[in-house]
């Protein structure tokens, strides 16, 4: 009899496949639990570090999450559907309202860390902003929890000879968030360019984003420009894979 693909995969990814098919069939639905170890160990016949194996493949793509001392469980999280055109228009934040509140939909989002302070600019981020040696910017860091998720880190970096004394740098920028001052201030933005990444997460990353090390990250820098091409503002988003859908939706 000749081997099949499926009967070369390892043992565990079997276990891990067969899981999936049975959360997406239904038979195990969001916030059930999953197979224990020793379950599994006994249905398959395979040892400890299999079925654990087994149960990670599924923690890593964030099919599963674990409970501490209570077992693994199917995760119960709609991802947010990221629309990365809409959310940008000026009569979103114009009309004071958050760029957000276009991917949340009535779902509970909260900025559970912020921290604002004035900094010398990395070189990567004075090059872009087209700053001088000596030229600081205001940095702005925050984490975002969806549903009691973290899903998001966000740093902001703007030219502190522009939003000097602004609320832009205080915590709460106001209604429309940073956009709506910095159009204000007299630098609207009427541009923005996004450049997309994926990699392993970092330690310090999965432990604010509360994901397995085998989870991955989508990074997106933003670039905002205001007229005449003058670049304001560099984002460096930090985004949990398992959590976000991009949609780019556009006219051809």
């Not at 087209?130 to 860091?141: F, G, I, N, P």
Request: hydrophobic share 35%; glycine share 8%.
């Amino acid at each position: 009899m000749t081997n099949t693909d499926d009967d070369r995969r390892p043992k565990y990814q079997r276990i891990a496949d067969s899981l999936r098919e049975a959360i997406q069939s239904g038979e195990y639905s969001p916030g059930d639990r999953l197979p224990g170890e020793n379950d599994l160990m006994a249905e398959h016949g395979v040892a400890r570090m299999t079925a654990r194996q087994a149960l990670g493949v599924l923690k890593d793509e964030g099919v599963a999450e674990a409970r501490k001392g209570a077992g693994v469980f199917v995760r119960d999280f709609r991802p947010l559907r990221r629309r990365g055109i809409q959310r940008l228009a000026q009569e979103q934040w114009g009309s004071g309202r958050s760029i957000w509140s276009a991917d949340i939909e009535s779902r509970a989002l909260v900025v559970d860390q912020v921290t604002v302070s004035e900094e010398a600019a990395p070189e990567r981020v004075s090059l872009v902003l087209d700053l001088a040696e000596e030229d600081s910017v205001c940095v702005r860091r925050r984490r975002f929890v969806l549903d009691g998720k973290p899903v998001l880190l966000a740093t902001s970096y703007l030219p502190t000879s522009v939003v000097a004394g602004s609320a832009i740098t205080q915590e709460d920028t106001g209604p429309g968030g940073t956009y709506a001052r910095l159009a204000e201030l007299g630098y609207k933005p009427v541009h923005f360019r996004e450049e997309i990444r994926s990699r392993m997460p970092s330690k310090h990353e999965a432990a604010q984003l509360s994901i397995s090390a085998g989870t991955p990250v989508i990074l997106i820098c933003r670039t905002a420009f205001a007229d005449e091409g003058r670049p304001v503002e560099i984002n460096e988003m930090t985004l949990d894979a398992a959590s976000y859908i991009l949609e780019y939706d556009f006219d051809a």
